[in-house]
């Protein structure tokens, strides 16, 4: 079955206290990996699209990852702004067809 | 920030009753997209439409239709309301084809209540 997994599910942090988010998927004929943040009462905010095993994309603290099976979101010095719930998304084979990952709700305290 | 306005934003309604949710975009995107949201579970595609009047179903499509007369607006309709449509729902944008990599984008959503 196709699936998408998001661990964990829920992320306490200090301030300052790098981590990391997964991603794995159960997909054949990858087309794009993409991460979304969300805050709440808002829409997914589109951050990354990854391809290919091997491709890193940055934007300020976060540093997202690409392997054959999974993807991480790694959170350098995380600060209280960063908290929201992080989506993955994978696209494939097919067209159009994306699956949602449940999501990483991430909390970090000052 | 992507174009895209949902109306409205928030809605109680009773069941049985029809209600209809709108998506206006301002990009001239060629796919518009309804997702709902639940917790536990991620976005899950109601319908999508790849073009005025060219419309498909998504995995979660009983119980919901749609329409799109206009490139810019997108409507997602509940002929009769259930309690199990209770959700959060979002319209999404994206352009050019189905086999591009470009990613969606999104509107902030319509919460949607049913007693």
């Known amino acids: 079955e196709d699936q998408v997994t998001q661990s964990p599910e829920a992320l306490r942090l200090q301030e300052g206290e790098s981590s990391s988010l997964n991603c794995s998927y159960t997909?054949?004929?990858?087309?794009?990996l993409f991460w979304y943040r969300q805050d709440p009462g808002k829409g997914p905010e589109f951050l990354f699209t990854?391809?290919?095993a091997g491709e890193e994309k940055e934007k300020e603290r976060l540093k997202a990852t690409l392997t054959k099976k999974e993807s991480f979101l790694h959170i350098t010095a995380p600060k209280p702004e960063d908290s929201a719930t992080y989506l993955c998304?994978?696209?494939?084979?097919?067209?159009?067809?994306?699956?949602f990952g449940a999501g990483t709700r991430l909390f970090v305290k000052a | 920030d992507a174009g895209i306005t949902q109306s409205p934003r928030h809605k109680v309604t009773e069941t049985g009753t029809p209600v209809t949710l709108r998506c206006h975009q301002t990009?001239?995107?060629?796919?518009m997209y309804w997702y709902r949201q639940d917790p536990g579970h991620g976005l899950r595609l109601i319908h999508y439409?790849?073009?005025?009047?060219?419309?498909d179903k998504g995995e979660v499509s009983d119980g919901y239709s749609v329409s799109r007369s206009k490139t810019e607006d997108f409507l997602l309709t509940l002929e009769s309301a259930t309690s199990s449509q209770t959700s959060v729902y979002f319209c999404?944008?994206?352009?050019?084809?189905?086999?591009?990599?470009?990613?969606?984008?999104f509107g902030d959503g319509t919460r949607l209540s049913i007693l």
């Open positions: 997909v054949s004929g990858l087309r794009g």
């Open positions: 439409s790849y073009g005025v009047k060219d419309t």
């Open positions: 990854l391809y290919s």
């Open positions: 990009e001239n995107h060629r796919y």
């Open positions: 999404a944008i994206s352009p050019e084809s189905s086999n591009s990599n470009q990613p969606q984008h």
């Open positions: 998304a994978v696209r494939y084979a097919g067209g159009f067809k994306t699956i």
